[in-house]
């Protein structure tokens, strides 16, 4: 799959903005969170495939780590996706799944079902072979402060692994809307972002964080933007694919 890059320039949302686009998603349209979190899914799960796995997941180590909300659950998705694809995937939690959304928890009831590895504990597993691939799912737009806990030390252990990271919206340890980046702060090879580019990840000196940028179609229709308080008329961007790279 040959990833197409979008060469006109298009708007940004800050966390507050997103969070509207969610409600407005769900309120409005009737488009429920669970849709969301599939579609960002296989979305992310086909651009680890393309870009990091030489098209092809068959027998490749996959580590992804899913934080207990929205960002969590669509990379609980992803990991559900790569293994049915020949992947050998384990997750990693930043929490006991009782500490989960409703709906991020339903991601990971399916992946116990069908016998992916995970754990859930505060001592990380220890193996000697470097992941082919780590995916971050920790924290998306909510991030509220600085990282702390497991959440923490799973950023710190995925840093010194060398393996290429892809995050899920927003880099675990970067503030969406302006850019801070933490002590503890995931460093992406690529960062997938959801409907729009977060806000933050145009700030200057965060390249290292962000890597490459792409963007994927979560289903939001196009004039959604232009219903809010935005200002925001956007064209039909996905119509030659569900991933875009940005730069």
Same mark, same amino acid.
């Given at each position: ?9 298009? $708007? ?44 092809? $997941?068959?027998?490749?180590?996959? /580590? ?115 850019? /801070? ?15 729009? $580019? ?22 939001? $229709? ?26």
């Amino acid at each position: 799959m040959n990833i197409p890059t979008l060469e006109e320039d298009i $708007p940004s949302l800050n966390a507050a903005q997103m969070i509207e686009v969610d409600r407005t998603m769900m309120v409005e349209y009737h488009i429920v969170l669970i849709q969301m979190m599939e579609n960002a899914g296989h979305c992310l799960a086909t651009l680890a495939r393309e870009r990091f796995l030489n098209g092809s $997941p068959t027998g490749k180590h996959i /580590t992804v780590m899913a934080g207990k909300g929205g960002n969590g659950g669509g990379s609980l998705v992803a990991a559900r996706r790569l293994h049915n694809w020949g992947a050998k995937v384990q997750v990693l939690l930043a929490q006991a799944p009782k500490q989960m959304t409703s709906v991020a928890a339903h991601q990971l009831e399916i992946l116990i079902r069908m016998g992916v590895e995970w754990f859930a504990q505060p001592i990380l597993p220890h193996s000697g072979r470097r992941p082919d691939l780590i995916i971050d799912g920790l924290v998306g737009y909510s991030l509220d402060g600085a990282p702390h806990g497991l959440v923490r030390q799973l950023i710190e252990w995925s840093n010194t692994k060398k393996s290429p990271i892809l995050a899920l919206d927003v880099p675990s340890g970067v503030n969406a809307t302006t850019g /801070t980046v933490f002590d503890s702060s995931i460093n992406a090879s690529a960062t997938m972002c959801l409907a729009l $580019p977060k806000e933050g990840l145009r700030a200057t000196g965060i390249d290292a964080q962000v890597g490459e940028l792409y963007l994927a179609d979560i289903g939001v $229709p196009p004039e959604l933007y232009s219903r809010l308080a935005l200002g925001f008329k956007i064209r039909p961007i996905f119509s030659s694919a569900d991933v875009l790279r940005l730069w």
